[in-house]
């Protein structure tokens, strides 16, 4: 039986994970933070008690910036892979906290490699970098693959570049089986609230159900390559069954403006959207736009711009090449982009048509303070 540690545990692709590594008979041990609300939301279907019999769940205190804490449950738990998706993964928030995000994204990931050398596991324990195609950032060439040169665009993507070749080094200098994943963005129904896919059909929802009267978004023409994290995380697991360690790009191979997402998603709601504009003038500066909506309330604008959305250095265009993970990996993803929108904006309709109902009964809604 496999035992796996994973970092980031209760992030997205934490919660995905577990679960296919737990369908696979692996024990899952997950390092999670205190915090002094619930953090566990994503996997609290997981979770098992520990006076179960066969126990093969099991989370532990800890935190990427704490070398000793990293030490000690590497060393009671002897992983045979370690998932190291634990991060400060906003990448606007990075400009707001650049030297955490350095210290958790970037040697966060050197502390976990060290752990293993220091205990002595090099040719016991598999390591999985979560890298990003935020690496490549100022487009370079189209698509983006293994051998595309890095340009990263913030404090984000600079930590996880000193991760990215940390990974190598560690691989090169100890002979260990260290990898990278470069994952494009993925999304799903447990895509975390302030990213853009889940604000938006979070928004189409509530805006729905008549509880919200219009979106504030940033910069609509940026372009992603977009795929569902369920597909995401069955290829981290691949890249760390193969014969040699190496670095890999996942991705779709189609990209998407964020405005055509928005269409999209209003769509999958039975709602029309049109688009008043390009939001561009004339000096190719992103100004504003306006849509309004045609099957709801004729007129009702429901997207806006806020310039609070806009970062200070953006990443315009990502278009990812999957040929290697395709053809080494036999990685094939099932959801395509009307798939993972239909996935997304079905969970949140469901949601809020709940919590409609329960304020219509006059019931409060949690979490909302007054
Ligand atoms: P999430 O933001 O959903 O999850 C991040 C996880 O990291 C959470 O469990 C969070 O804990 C944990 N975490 C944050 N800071 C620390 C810390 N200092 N110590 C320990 N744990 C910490 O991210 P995703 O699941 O979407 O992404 C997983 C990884 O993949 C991240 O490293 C991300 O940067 C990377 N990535 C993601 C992509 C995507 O499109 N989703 C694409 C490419 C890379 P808590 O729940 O307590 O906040
Ligand atoms: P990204 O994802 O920065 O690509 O990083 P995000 O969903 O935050 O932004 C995607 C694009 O949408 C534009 N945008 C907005 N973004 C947010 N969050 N909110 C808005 O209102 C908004 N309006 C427009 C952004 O400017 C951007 O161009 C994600 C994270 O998961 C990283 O951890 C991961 O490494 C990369 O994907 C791959």
Not at 10 to 31: F, P
Not at 277 to 296: F, H, N, P, R
Not at 354 to 369: P, S
Request: net charge negative.
């Amino acid at each position: 039986m496999k035992i796996a540690l994973v970092t980031g545990i209760t992030g997205q692709d934490g919660a995905y994970l577990s679960e296919l590594l737990l369908s696979k008979g692996y024990h899952v041990h997950g390092i999670k933070r205190r915090s002094s609300l619930f953090n566990t939301d994503r996997i609290d279907h997981l979770y098992q008690n520990p006076q179960e019999a066969d126990v093969r769940f099991k989370l532990h205190y800890g935190d990427l910036t704490d070398s000793t804490n990293l030490i000690r449950i590497i060393q009671q738990v002897q992983p045979d892979e370690i998932y190291n998706l634990g991060a400060m993964s906003h990448v606007q928030v990075s400009f707001e906290t650049p030297e955490y995000t350095a210290n958790a994204d970037g040697i966060g990931t050197l502390r976990i490699l060290e752990a293993i050398r220091l205990l002595g596991l090099t040719e016991k324990t598999k390591i999985y970098q979560a890298s990003t195609s935020e690496l490549y950032g100022l487009v370079q060439e189209v698509p983006q693959s293994e051998r595309t040169p890095f340009y990263p665009r913030s404090p984000y993507a600079v930590a996880k570049m000193y991760a990215y070749w940390i990974t190598v080094n560690y691989r090169e200098a100890y002979n260990m089986y260290a990898c990278n994943g470069i994952l494009f963005n993925h999304e799903s129904p447990l895509r975390g609230e302030t990213f853009v896919t889940r604000k938006i059909t979070r928004g189409v929802a509530q805006i729905v159900f008549g509880m919200q009267d219009k979106l504030y978004m940033g910069n609509l023409n940026a372009q992603r390559d977009w795929g569902h994290a369920k597909d995401y995380v069955d290829a981290m697991w691949r890249i760390l069954q193969q014969d040699k360690p190496e670095d890999y790009v996942i991705a779709t191979g189609i990209t998407t403006p964020v405005r055509e997402f928005i269409r999209m998603a209003f769509a999958e709601a039975g709602v029309e959207v049109e688009f008043k504009g390009t939001g561009i003038d004339e000096k190719g500066i992103v100004k504003s736009v306006a849509a309004a909506i045609t099957t709801l309330q004729p007129g009702q604008e429901v997207v806006a711009i806020d310039a609070r959305y806009f970062r200070p250095t953006e990443v315009d265009l990502l278009i990812g090449d999957p040929t290697k993970a395709q053809t080494q990996l036999g990685w094939q993803p099932k959801y395509d982009l009307a798939g993972l929108v239909k996935d997304m904006v079905q969970a949140d309709l469901e949601i809020f048509r709940r919590e409609k109902l329960l304020k219509d009964a006059g019931f409060k809604i949690l979490n909302q303070y007054e």
